[in-house]
T-cell receptor, first 113, second 113 residues
Framework: AQSVTQLGSHVSVSEGALVLLRCNYS??????LFWYVQYPNQGLQLLLK??????LVKGINGFEAEFKKSETSFHLTKPSAHMSDAAEYFC???????????FGSGTRLLVRP | EPEVTQTPSHQVTQMGQEVILRCVPISNHLYFYWYRQILGQKVEFLVS????????KSEIFDDQFSVERPDGSNFTLKIRSTKLEDSAMYFC???????????FGSGTRLTVV
């Protein structure tokens, strides 16, 4: 069965610092991987996705993630945090045979001035 | 940018009552989904729907739940007899193809009292 583990329920960074949100997955078949962001009282917005091809994926708002098959990881990074990045971030996985997403438990990003 | 619209944004209902949560997916999308997020917990898959039938459903989606696409635009989730543990944020989502990246609505917060 597929699963997603997000290390760190809360991550705090200073404005301008590197953002690194960790995601590890388990899947018996090549996965499709996603990062979503949820701002307070809002829905889930797709940040980026990996399906096939280039393993470094660029998304919206300056975020990117790298698919590392050997490490079963799909960590999300942003070189310089902005106050507006404060939100909850969810990593999710699916496979080619299923329509559903399996979500991690989320990481709340706090950005300090 | 096209949006998935959910109504109402908040719903309070008494235990045992029926509720219908409504969603208008993006017009050219073919696949529709419901997810839920109990406060403080993971986003969980409930059901996927394609070609006017359920494609996949989770263990959560028992006989109390049903989905319908009554016309060309709406997609509804009905909970027949609500329980306290049904209190959650319910998200509707749609996409053109599975694993294409979902577009989520802003959610309906259901509170069962």
């Amino acid at each position: 069965a597929q699963s997603v583990t997000q290390l760190g329920s809360h991550v705090s960074v200073s404005e301008g610092a590197l953002v690194l949100l960790r995601c590890n997955y388990s899947s018996s078949v090549p996965p499709y991987l996603f990062w979503y962001v949820q701002y307070p009282n809002q829905g889930l917005q797709l940040l980026l996705k990996y399906t096939t091809g280039a393993t470094l994926v660029k998304g919206i708002n300056g975020f990117e993630a790298e698919f590392k098959k050997s490490e079963t990881s799909f960590h999300l990074t942003k070189p310089s945090a902005h106050m507006s990045d404060a939100a909850e971030y969810f990593c999710a996985v699916s496979d080619q045979s299923s329509y559903k997403l399996i979500f991690g438990s989320g990481t709340r990003l706090l950005v300090r001035p | 940018e096209p949006e998935v619209t959910q109504t109402p944004s908040h719903q309070v209902t008494q235990m045992g009552q029926e509720v219908i949560l409504r969603c208008v997916p993006i017009s050219n999308h073919l696949y529709f989904y419901w997810y839920r997020q109990i406060l403080g917990q993971k986003v969980e898959f409930l059901v996927s729907f394609y070609n006017n039938e359920i494609s996949e459903k989770s263990e959560i989606f028992d006989d109390q739940f049903s989905v319908e696409r009554p016309d060309g635009s709406n997609f509804t989730l009905k909970i027949r007899s609500t329980k306290l543990e049904d209190s959650a944020m319910y998200f509707c989502a749609s996409n053109q193809q599975p694993n294409y990246g979902y577009t989520f609505g802003s959610g309906t917060r259901l509170t069962v009292v």
